[in-house]
C-alpha cells in the first residue's frame, strides 16, 4: 500500500479485517502437500487408535502355526498348509494318520492308533490355530481307530506374522498407538521445558540470558543420546524415564528459538509502547508477548514430533526402550532389520508406516512454516 | 551550456516482477538520457521506480524482475548483451554506489584486495601496479592513513569512510557513467555534505558523468544539471534543475516542492507553567562484558542535560545519529533509568517506581519513530488503539471503548471503520497516525513525538506534521520533538536544543538558533541540512572548500 | 585471537570438570552398579576395583585416584570383561570408528555443500527441487531403517555389498556403514549450504561485485560461497556429535567392531565401567571438537576475532 498524496482511503466495504492468522490458514489451505499430510496423519492416529479394535487378533496372541508367514490377502491356511499343521496334531495325539479328505472348509480325518482313541484327545485339534469345532464321526468298536472332522480355520494376516507367530498387522498398529503417544507426550515435555527455559532466558536478558544459552551450546554440541543411554543403564527402564530423557535431549533447539523470539518481540517498539501506556507486565504479556510467540511455537513443535519418535524408535531398536509386552515402531523394526532376506516384510511394513508418519509431519510442519513466516524461498 | 554528446540513452524501459500476488510493474515505459559530464538527477518517492529503472541497466534485478526496451550505452543496447559484454562495462565504463554502505563490502575480505580485484579484472595490471593504484583511489576519496587501511576489514570503518571506499571502487576504472543510487541517505547530514561535495570534486577532476537517484529535493537543487521526476513507474517531468524548481509544471512535481514543512509556532506566553523539567541527567549504558568476554564499556549515552518543557510549548530535539537525543525523551518519560532529577506537574518523580508511574502514564505519552514496528501485528486497530482504555479507565464497558476508538480515529483524520483491521493492511502514514491515536486517546497533557516522520515520504511527512500541530492548539499540549531533520523542526518548534554526543551543544528559540547559530557544529548541521547554495557553480568548477 | 582461543579454552575446561565428576558419582551411586555391595561381585571384580579405586579410602581421595587414572588414560577394568580394561578395549574400537566417522563427515561436507550450491543457483527449476526432496528424504528417514535397506538392496538383493562384518577393513566393507552414516548428514548440510548460498546470492556486497563487473566464477565462489560456508562451519560441531550418535546404529546393524557396538552392548549387559568410559571419552572428543571447529570459524570470519 503506497501513500500518494491523498491519504484517506474511502470507506471500505470490508467491516472485519483479516489477521495474520487469516492470512495464514488461507496461506496453509492452499499448500495441497500440507493439507494431505495433515490429512494422513489424522488417518494414521485414527486407524492406530480403532484399528486394533477391527482386527480379529490380538497383538499378543501367538500362532505356533503361523510363525513367520509371508502377508498375504487370501486367507490361510493355504491348502499346501493344512497337512502340516494336521501331521503337528496328530503327532500330539500319538496316532497315525490313515486317511484324510478336505471338503468346503472342513476336513474329515481318519486316524489310528496302537492304544485305544479317547475322545478327550480332540482337544488338541481344537487347540490347534488351524482347525476348529473337532467333532467325532466314527469310531472303531476297538477304539483304534476314529474318523473325526474338524473346520479349517480361515484367518488373515493382511502382513504376515513375526518370528513367535503373533499378527504384525495388530502389532503394527498397536505399536503406532504408542509411538504416537510418546511422540506427542514427550514432544510436550520437551516443548514446555524449551518455552519455559527460552522465554525466561530471552526476557530477562542480560547476564541470566548468556548464562543460560552458554549452557544450551555447550549441552548442544555432546551427543546427548550417550548420556540417555547411561542414565537408562543405571536406572533401568522406567516408563516415566523414559519420557523425561527423550524429552530431556530435544528440548534445546526450541530454547533457542523461543529465546531468540523473545529477545526480538522484547525489542519491538510494540512492547515499549504498552509500557509507555502504563500496561502490566500481565497486560504485555497477554496481549503482546505470547500471541507473536505462539508461531515459532507450533512450527517447531510440528518438528518436533518426528525427532521425538525417532529418539522413542531409536531407543528402543536397541532394546532400551519400551519393554514387552508393549511394542513400539522401533522394535518392530529392530526385529525386523534382524530377519532380512527371509522375512523383509517384518521390516517393511513398521517402516514404511514410521517413514511416512515422518514425512506427513514434516511436510505439515513446513507448510505451517511457510504459511506463518513466508519468506521468499 | 554547451551541447553534450548522449552517452546513455534509455528509451521506453519496462520493468516488470513476478510475485505470488501477480505481476507488479515497476516501470512503465520510461524515456531518459544522460550527456557525457553532466549530473542527471532522477527523483521520486518510495515505489516510484527510480531506482529499478537503474538496476535494470545495469542488469541487477532480483531473479524474479524482468526488463524491457532498450538502455543504449554508445550505441550498444545493454539489455541485450551477453552476461560476459556486459561485465566488460559494469565496473569499468559504468559504475554504480549504492545506499548502504554498512552492508555493501564483503565483510570477510580486506579493503585492499576488495579495491584491487576490480582494478585487475579490468585493467589487467600486475598486483603491485593495482596496489599503487588502489592506494592513490583512497587518497582520492580522502581516506587517512591509506596504506593501513588498505589491510582493515569493512567493520572497522565508519559508514561515511564505507561509502567513500565504494566510490573509490566505482571510479577505479575511469568509469563514463557513475550511477549513485541513494548514496547519502543512510549518513547523517553532516557526512551526507562531505559525501556530496566529494562527488563534485571527483567529478570535476575526473569528468564522468553522474546519474543521482534520490528522494531528496534538496540535494537535487544543488548538485544537478537536468532533473527527471518519476512517479509510480513514470516520468512526469523533466528538465533542467533550476526550471523545474522554479517553474514546475506537474501537479505531482508541485506537490513535492510544496511538501516542504512551513510555518511556525508561536513560543508560549511567559508566565506558562513548567510542566516537564529535567535536571543534570545521566543516561549510561554498558556494552559488551559479560562473562568472560573483556571489559565492559560504559557509554554515556546523555551527559548532564536540563530541560524545562512548559505548557503549550513545543520544544525540538535536534542531533545526529548517537546525539543521545531519543534517550534523554525516554529517560524525560522514566522509560529508561537515570540519574539526575526528574519533575512533573511539581511532583518529583526520579525516583518513582512502575506501580507509581502507572496513573501518570496518561498523561505522559510517546509517539515512536517506525511506524511499521510499534503497532503490535496481532492486534485490531481498535483494539491498539483503546489498549490505554485497559489500564487508566478500567471501567469503561467495550461499547464505550469503541465509542472512544471511534471518536480518536475520526479525529487524527482515519476512517472509524478502520478499528476492525490490523496493522499491516495499512501504509506507513495511516500507521502513524493511528499511532498518534493512540498517545491522543488518553488525553494526555505531554507528548513526546520521537522522530515521527523519518521513516515516512516526504509529501506523507506534512500530514503528519499538521496533524500534531492541530491537535496541540485543540487540546493544549506540550511536545517534545526529537528528529535530526531540521526543516521539519523549524516548522514545529519554538524552542530548539541541539546535541551531540549526549551534550547540549547550543539551545535557544527557533528563530535565533536557525538564524545565527553561535556554534561551529550548529553551523556546520545548518549548513549541511539547509544551504541552497549549490555544490558546483553552473560553469563546472569547484567552489571553495571553505564554503561547506 | 589468543585471547579468543584462551576463552574458549575457558568455558571448556569446566564442561569437561563437570562431567568427569558426575561420572564418578553416578557410577557409586547407581542401583546395582559394581561398586554396590549388594550386587555379588566376582571376586576378580573385587579385586581389581579394590586395586584400583580403594574402595575403603575416604570418598574425597578415591575421587583424586580416579582423576589420577583418567589422566593416564585409564578408565578400570571392563565389569563384563574382566580380562580386558576399558581403555584396551577402546584401543581396538576408537581407530575403527574414527575411520567411519570421518570419511563421513569429510563426505557429507562436501557432498552436502556441493548440492546445496547447485539447488541455490537452480532455484526453482528442476535441479533445485530434486535437492530438496533428496534432502528431505535423507533427513526424515531415520538411520535404523536406512541401514537395514541398505543392507537389503545392495547386501542380499544385487550382492554389491558384503551384508555387514569390518572384514579387517575392507573398502567393500566401509561403504554400505559410511553411506548410512553420511546420508542423514548430506541431507542437512546439503539444505543449509542451499539456504545459505540464496541469502548470500541477495546480499548487498554481491550486488556490489556484480555492479562492478567481477565474472560469475568470482562473484559465486570467492564471494557468495566463502559467505555461505559460515553455517555450515559451526554446524560441524553438532554433525559431529550425530554421527556419533549415528555410530551406535550403524555399526550395531553392520556389525562392525568399533566403539559404539562396543557401547551397545556394554548397555545391554550393564558393563557400568564400559559404559561410564565411553561417556567420558566421548564428551572430551566432542568438547575438543568443538573447540576446533570454534577456531576454525574464527579464520574464517574476521569479525569474530575481535569480540
Known amino acids: 500500500m503506497t501513500d500518494a498524496a491523498v491519504d484517506n482511503e474511502p470507506a471500505a466495504n470490508v467491516v472485519v479485517g483479516r489477521s495474520l492468522w487469516g492470512d495464514a490458514w488461507a496461506r496453509l489451505k492452499a499448500n495441497r502437500a500440507a493439507m494431505f499430510s495433515l490429512f494422513y496423519l489424522g488417518l494414521m492416529a485414527l486407524v492406530c487408535i480403532a484399528g486394533p479394535w477391527f482386527v480379529p487378533h490380538d497383538y499378543t496372541t501367538i500362532y505356533s502355526d503361523y510363525v513367520r508367514t509371508p502377508p498375504s490377502t487370501e486367507a490361510y491356511p493355504k491348502a499346501d498348509m493344512v497337512k502340516g499343521a494336521l501331521d503337528d496334531v496328530l503327532k500330539r495325539m500319538r496316532v497315525d494318520l490313515k486317511d484324510w479328505k478336505l471338503e468346503d472348509g472342513r476336513a474329515t480325518i481318519t486316524v489310528a492308533g496302537t492304544r485305544p482313541i479317547d475322545e478327550r484327545y480332540l482337544r488338541y485339534v481344537d487347540r490347534s490355530d488351524t482347525f476348529d469345532d473337532a467333532r ?5 468298536p476297538d477304539g483304534l481307530e476314529m474318523t473325526f472332522s474338524a473346520a479349517v480355520k480361515q484367518q488373515y494376516f493382511l502382513f504376515g506374522t513375526d518370528n ?3 499378527d504384525l498387522l495388530s502389532r503394527t498398529l498397536v505399536a503406532g498407538r504408542i509411538s504416537l503417544a510418546i511422540g506427542l507426550l514427550a514432544g510436550v515435555v520437551a516443548v514446555t521445558i524449551g518455552v519455559v527455559y527460552g522465554a525466561t532466558a530471552g526476557f530477562l536478558g542480560g547476564k541470566v540470558d548468556e548464562v543460560m544459552m552458554r549452557i544450551v551450546d555447550v549441552l548442544y554440541s555432546l551427543p546427548f543420546i550417550f548420556f540417555v543411554i547411561m542414565l537408562v543403564v543405571f536406572f533401568g527402564r522406567n516408563f516415566v524415564l523414559m519420557f523425561l530423557a527423550v524429552g530431556a535431549v530435544l528440548w534445546l533447539d ?24 502504563g500496561v502490566r507486565q500481565s497486560g504485555i504479556l497477554k496481549r503482546h508477548v505470547i500471541p507473536n510467540l505462539l508461531g515459532p511455537v507450533v512450527i517447531y513443535m510440528t518438528l518436533l514430533v518426528p525427532h521425538v519418535i525417532i529418539l522413542e524408535s531409536f531407543l528402543s531398536f536397541l532394546g532400551l526402550g519400551v519393554q514387552e509386552p508393549m511394542t513400539s515402531w522401533g522394535v518392530l523394526i529392530s526385529v525386523g532389520a534382524h ?3 527371509s522375512a523383509n516384510w517384518m ?7 514410521l517413514v511416512s508418519t515422518l514425512f506427513a509431519l514434516n511436510f505439515v510442519g513446513d507448510g505451517l512454516r511457510d504459511a506463518l513466516d513466508p519468506k521468499d524461498r | 551550456m554547451t551541447a553534450r554528446e548522449t552517452i546513455l540513452d534509455v528509451r521506453d524501459l519496462k520493468v516488470r516482477f513476478r510475485t505470488l500476488d501477480g505481476d507488479v510493474e515497476a516501470v512503465k515505459g520510461v524515456n531518459l538520457h544522460v550527456g557525457a559530464g553532466e549530473t542527471v538527477a532522477v527523483v521520486g518517492e518510495s515505489g516510484s521506480g527510480k531506482s529499478q529503472t537503474m538496476m535494470a541497466a545495469m542488469n541487477l534485478l532480483a531473479s524474479n524482475g524482468e526488463a524491457a526496451g532498450a538502455v543504449d550505452y554508445r550505441g550498444r543496447n545493454l539489455l541485450g548483451l551477453s552476461k560476459a559484454e556486459l561485465n566488460t562495462i559494469r565496473g569499468s565504463r559504468i559504475s554504480m554506489i549504492f545506499q548502504e554502505p554498512m552492508t555493501s563490502l564483503d565483510p570477510l575480505y580486506t579493503i585492499g584486495s576488495q579495491l584491487i580485484e576490480p582494478i585487475r579484472r579490468h585493467r589487467g595490471l600486475s598486483r603491485s601496479a593495482a596496489h599503487e593504484h588502489a592506494l592513490n583511489l583512497l587518497r582520492l576519496v580522502h581516506i587517512p592513513e591509506p596504506e593501513r587501511r588498505m589491510k582493515s576489514y569493512p567493520h572497522e570503518l565508519s559508514g561515511g569512510q564505507r561509502q567513500r571506499i565504494m566510490i573509490a571502487m566505482a571510479l577505479a576504472n575511469d568509469p563514463d ?5 541513494e548514496p547519502t541517505t543512510a549518513l547523517d547530514v553532516t557526512i551526507q555534505a562531505q559525501i556530496l561535495s566529494l562527488l563534485a570534486e571527483l567529478q570535476s577532476k575526473l569528468g564522468m558523468a553522474i546519474v543521482f537517484i534520490t528522494h531528496d529535493l534538496g540535494i537535487v537543487r544543488r548538485f544537478a544539471d537536468r532533473v527527471y521526476v518519476m512517479r509510480r513507474g513514470e516520468v512526469v517531468e523533466e528538465g533542467e534543475a533550476e526550471a523545474v524548481f522554479t517553474k514546475p509544471q506537474h501537479p505531482y512535481t508541485r506537490m513535492l516542492l510544496a511538501a516542504e514543512p512551513t510555518g511556525h509556532k508561536a513560543p508560549p506566553p511567559a508566565n506558562a507553567p513548567i510542566l516537564l523539567e529535567g535536571r543534570n541527567i545521566d543516561v549510561t549504558f554498558s556494552i559488551g562484558g559479560g562473562f568472560l568476554s573483556g571489559e565492559t564499556l560504559m557509554l554515556r549515552a546523555v551527559d548532564h542535560i536540563s530541560v524545562r518543557l512548559k505548557r503549550n510549548q513545543t520544544i525540538g530535539i535536534v542531533g545526529e545519529s548517537g546525539s543521545g537525543k531519543s534517550t534523554l525523551g525516554r529517560a524525560l518519560l522514566r522509560l529508561l533509568p537515570s540519574d539526575g532529577v526528574i519533575r512533573f506537574d511539581d511532583r518529583d518523580i526520579s525516583h518513582a517506581d512502575v506501580s507509581a508511574m502507572r496513573p501518570l502514564r496518561r498523561e505522559l505519552q510517546l509517539v515512536f519513530q517506525d511506524p511499521f514496528g510499534s503497532l503490535s501485528p496481532r492486534m485490531t486497530v481498535g483494539q491498539i488503539v483503546t489498549e490505554g482504555l485497559l489500564v487508566h479507565e478500567p471501567a469503561l464497558t467495550a461499547k464505550q471503548r469503541d465509542q472512544r476508538a471511534v471518536a480518536a480515529l475520526t479525529e487524527v483524520g482515519l476512517d472509524p471503520n478502520a478499528r476492525n483491521r490490523y496493522p499491516h493492511e495499512f501504509s506507513g502514514g495511516q500507521r502513524q497516525r493511528i499511532a498518534i491515536a493512540r498517545a491522543m486517546i488518553l488525553k494526555p497533557k505531554v507528548v513526546v513525538l520521537d522522530e515521527p516522520t523519518s521513516a515516512l515520504d516526504r509529501s506523507v511527512q506534512k500530514q503528519i506534521v499538521d496533524l500534531p500541530r492541530n491537535l496541540q492548539a485543540d487540546h493544549g499540549l506540550s511536545y517534545l520533538f526529537i528528529s535530526h531533520d531540521l526543516a521539519v523542526v523549524r516548522a514545529m518548534a519554538d524552542y530548539i536544543i541541539v546535541m551531540k554526543e549526549g551534550r547540549i551543544v547550543e539551545e535557544g528559540p527557533t528563530e535565533a538558533i536557525f538564524d545565527a547559530p553561535r556554534d561551529a557544529y550548529t553551523q556546520t548541521l545548518m549548513a549541511a541540512a539547509l544551504d541552497t547554495a549549490r555544490f558546483r557553480s553552473d560553469h563546472g568548477s569547484l567552489l571553495p572548500a571553505s564554503r561547506l | 585471537m589468543l585471547l579468543y582461543v584462551l576463552r574458549r579454552l575457558l568455558t571448556a575446561i569446566p564442561t569437561l570438570f563437570v562431567i568427569v565428576t558426575l561420572a564418578f558419582f553416578l557410577i557409586r551411586v547407581a542401583p546395582g552398579g559394581p561398586f554396590n555391595q549388594e550386587r555379588g561381585l566376582s571376586p576378580e571384580i573385587k579385586a581389581n576395583l579394590e586395586a584400583e579405586y580403594g574402595l575403603n579410602d575416604p570418598l574425597w581421595l578415591q575421587y583424586g585416584h580416579y582423576l589420577k587414572n583418567l589422566s593416564h588414560g585409564d578408565f578400570g577394568p571392563s565389569y563384563n570383561l574382566p580380562d580386558f580394561t576399558v581403555g584396551e578395549l577402546f584401543a581396538r574400537g576408537l581407530p575403527i570408528s574414527i575411520q567411519l566417522g570421518a570419511s563421513a563427515l569429510v563426505l557429507a561436507l562436501l557432498l552436502g555443500c556441493l548440492l546445496g550450491t547447485v539447488a541455490a543457483l537452480n532455484q526453482n527449476r528442476w535441479g533445485d527441487y530434486a535437492v530438496i526432496a533428496l534432502a528431505t528424504a535423507g533427513s526424515t528417514i531415520p538411520t535404523f531403517v536406512i541401514a537395514p535397506i541398505i543392507q537389503l538392496v545392495f547386501g542380499l538383493s544385487w550382492k554389491l555389498l558384503p551384508v555387514g562384518g569390518w572384514g579387517g577393513g575392507a573398502m567393500l566393507n566401509k561403504i554400505g ?5 553420511a546420508l542423514p548428514q548430506i541431507a542437512i548440510v546439503a539444505r543449509l549450504m542451499r539456504g545459505s548460498m540464496i541469502e548470500a546470492l541477495r546480499s548487498h556486497h554481491i550486488r556490489t561485485a556484480r555492479a562492478l563487473g567481477l565474472s560469475d566464477w568470482s562473484v559465486v565462489v570467492r564471494h557468495a560461497l ?16 550425530a554421527l556419533l550418535t549415528g555410530s551406535i546404529i550403524v555399526e550395531t546393524i553392520f556389525a562392525i567392531p568399533g566403539v559404539g557396538r562396543y557401547f551397545v552392548d556394554a548397555a545391554l549387559n550393564r558393563d557400568y565401567t564400559l559404559v561410564m568410559g565411553t561417556v567420558v571419552v566421548i564428551a572430551i572428543f566432542t568438547i575438543v571438537f568443538n573447540l576446533i571447529v570454534d577456531i576454525m570459524y574464527a579464520v574464517v570470519d574476521p569479525r569474530v576475532r575481535y569480540d
Open chain 1, 254 to 277: 526450541m530454547a533457542r528459538i523461543v529465546r531468540g523470539q523473545a529477545l526480538s518481540i522484547r525489542r519491538h517498539e510494540y512492547v515499549q509502547a504498552a509500557e509507555a501506556l
Open chain 1, 136 to 140: 467325532m464321526e466314527a469310531k472303531s
Open chain 1, 347 to 353: 521390516l517393511l511394513f513398521p517402516a514404511f508406516f
Open chain 2, 177 to 181: 557513467i557513475l550511477i549513485a543510487d
Open chain 1, 339 to 341: 530377519n532380512i532376506g
Open chain 3, 177 to 181: 556403514p559410511v553411506l548410512t552414516l
Open chain 1, 164 to 166: 513367535v507367530g503373533r
Open chain 3, 226 to 241: 566463502r559467505g555461505a560456508i559460515l553455517p555450515i562451519v559451526s554446524f560441524t560441531g553438532p554433525a559431529a556429535a
